[in-house]
């Protein structure tokens, strides 16, 4: 994949075109100590295909309103335009503010009744009522980034709130997926900075009650 850069100068569209690897949800995380909120802005489609400025590997961000005109899924040939993006802390796409989508030849790909689960993601609004689980980052690039409940989030940490502008950027993997999955595994707790060199930890029992209204193959 093309190295994205922080600020991109120019602002004109690239073209790109290409076969869907996996798509998953695009969602950011906020974080502030104890305090988390998602920012769900639509979906990230993985391409292997070609963009005019030449990336053969790439993602593109897409809205709510454009998968559900479209159903994007594992397998489809699309084409389009797009902006690179322009900070690339607070993204995990190359590409979004999309335009002129086409379908070259739909997927004959379906679900699978194993992991990692295929066919097409559901509205985000399920993703909100599921819940996630964090997920270990190694399993997610190896067994889990085709899955349309895996989700690599960026992350904004505010470290102080006198201090607004004193902000922290990384990225986080988490799961949507049934809790039964054989894949699945947690990888270590996630820490938080806050004000006066303190750190909060976010325990299990986080991710126990986001989950606890799904039975384990939910």
Not at 63 to 91: L, N, T, W, Y
Request: charged share 30%; proline share 5%; net charge positive.
């Amino acid at each position: 994949m093309k190295k994205r850069q922080m600020v991109n100068q120019g602002m004109n569209k690239i073209e790109w075109s290409g076969k869907i690897i996996s798509v998953q949800p695009r969602i950011r995380l906020s974080r502030s100590f104890d305090e988390r909120s998602h920012s769900y802005l639509g979906y990230s489609l993985r391409m292997s295909g070609i963009s005019s400025d030449g990336s053969i590997e790439f993602s593109v961000g897409v809205g709510k309103g454009a998968h559900e005109k479209h159903q994007f899924r594992r397998g489809m040939i699309v084409e389009g335009k797009a902006h690179p993006i322009q900070d690339s802390r607070i993204e995990t796409v190359d590409y979004y503010k999309v335009s002129g989508i086409r379908i070259v030849s739909t997927s004959e790909e379906t679900n699978k009744d194993a992991p990692p689960w295929h066919g097409i993601p559901p509205q985000l609004e399920t993703y909100r009522e599921r819940g996630h689980r964090r997920l270990e980052k190694k399993t997610y690039e190896v067994n889990c980034i085709s899955c349309i409940w895996g989700c690599n989030m960026p992350v904004i940490i505010t470290v102080d709130h006198w201090k607004p502008q004193n902000q922290q950027f990384r990225f986080e993997t988490f799961c949507y997926g049934p809790k039964s999955c054989r894949f699945y595994k947690s990888g270590p707790t996630r820490k938080v900075k806050g004000r006066n060199g303190m750190t909060w930890e976010e325990q299990d029992w986080i991710d126990e009650d986001a989950t606890a209204h799904r039975r384990p193959d939910d």
